[in-house]
């Protein structure tokens, strides 16, 4: 549950139309999602993501419609963890069943800047800015989640058997 990258940040009320425009809902193919990830709201997105990066973002992030590609496109893309206020709630379930990583927290948000370098290591609820030596603490993830992430979704989870019935 470690996760290291440059710190990519956006607003409040980030909507999954912004995150993945519907002209590309067509597809379910995993990189031509990633290719179109945030390009309505930041058309250098996928030139700058590297994989590990982490999304910071305000308050409601994932707002708007209950599609699933959202993640799936954020995670494609290489992002390993989405830092933000606040989540819209099936945002933040579809984000756990198909294994990417997202937390809450309003002090790391306010605490991270475009561009600086973070670490995060959730099971222990810590999240460090390495840039300007800030660390902020978060809620871990409970046990169950931490296994659905690191199998890399809800299904792969199931499949390996990580999961109580």
């Not at 597809?27 to 982490?54: P, Q, R, Y």
């Not at 198909?98 to 948000?109: F, K, P, R």
């Not at 390495?130 to 690191?150: E, L, R, S």
Request: one cysteine or more.
């Amino acid at each position: 549950m470690n996760y290291t990258g440059k710190a990519i940040k956006y607003g409040d009320n980030v909507d999954t139309d912004v995150i993945i425009p519907a002209r590309y809902l067509n597809t379910i193919d995993k990189k031509e999602l990633a290719s179109h990830c945030m390009e309505d709201i930041d058309k250098d997105f996928v030139h700058k993501v590297e994989v590990g990066d982490i999304m910071v973002a305000g308050y409601n992030f994932g707002c708007g419609s209950s599609r699933e590609h959202a993640p799936i496109a954020i995670k494609a893309s290489g992002v390993s963890l989405v830092i933000a206020r606040s989540f819209a709630r099936i945002f933040y379930r579809n984000s756990i069943n198909i294994g990417l990583a997202i937390v809450e927290s309003d002090e790391a948000v306010d605490g991270i800047a475009d561009g600086d370098k973070v670490e995060a290591d959730l099971a222990n609820g810590k999240i460090y800015n390495k840039t300007t030596g800030k660390v902020f603490t978060v809620q871990p993830f409970p046990a169950f989640i931490q296994k659905i992430i690191a199998c890399g979704g809800l299904v792969e989870a199931i499949k390996a058997g990580e999961l109580d019935a």
